[in-house]
């Protein structure tokens, strides 16, 4: 199998969010629907601090893997919200309608800056989902290194993300095992236990 990293493109954000779906199926994101979603990846598109990146089988031409970031977090959830309340405010209240139960998340999710670590100016990374039919082929790592060298060309010193600390050995291995370092563990308003990782990419040479 041979895949090939390019950058995210419009005639892309379809099968993004498809495959967004399939991997994270009843998160958040997920349950706000595809056209929030859709809104988002858009979005990466459009601001200057977006990346995002998605992995082809060269063979069959099928989206893989993507992978989403900003360079800087607080900047980008911001303008998000700014540039597209709009339309965001009517894809809410129809997520509302079908799920009430989730206005408090949405509320606090309209606050959302990135939750980024403290004394830090890092990139954060967003999400990675892989096709379940190319899990463990190398696929993750290699959009993951590919990201962290856009990020290193892009001038920054580091990157952070998030991930659920139950219920998810896999992910939580998978980054430590690439050299990603246990930042904290904390609590989510919902009592979410999470974990957030830091790679520093001036102290980690970046290898695949």
Known sequence: MEIKIISLDLTDLDEA????MEAFEGFFLTLMGSSFLKELYLFIKEDPNGIG???KDIKNKKMVAVLIGTLSPSEFYKNFIK???KKLLIISTKAILKRPKIIMRLARGALYRGDQPRDSNYALLSSIAVSPHYHNQGV???ILFTWLNTVQLKGIEGCYLTTDYNDNDVANKF???LGWKLD???F???GRKMNRYRYDIIKSPLKD
């Open 83 to 85: 540039k597209k309340w």
């Open 188 to 190: 989510t308003k919902e």
């Open 140 to 142: 993750g790592k290699k």
């Open 17 to 20: 969010v498809k495959l967004h």
């Open 53 to 55: 990146l998605v992995a």
């Open 184 to 186: 904290e563990t904390y």
């Open 175 to 177: 980054y430590t095992s």
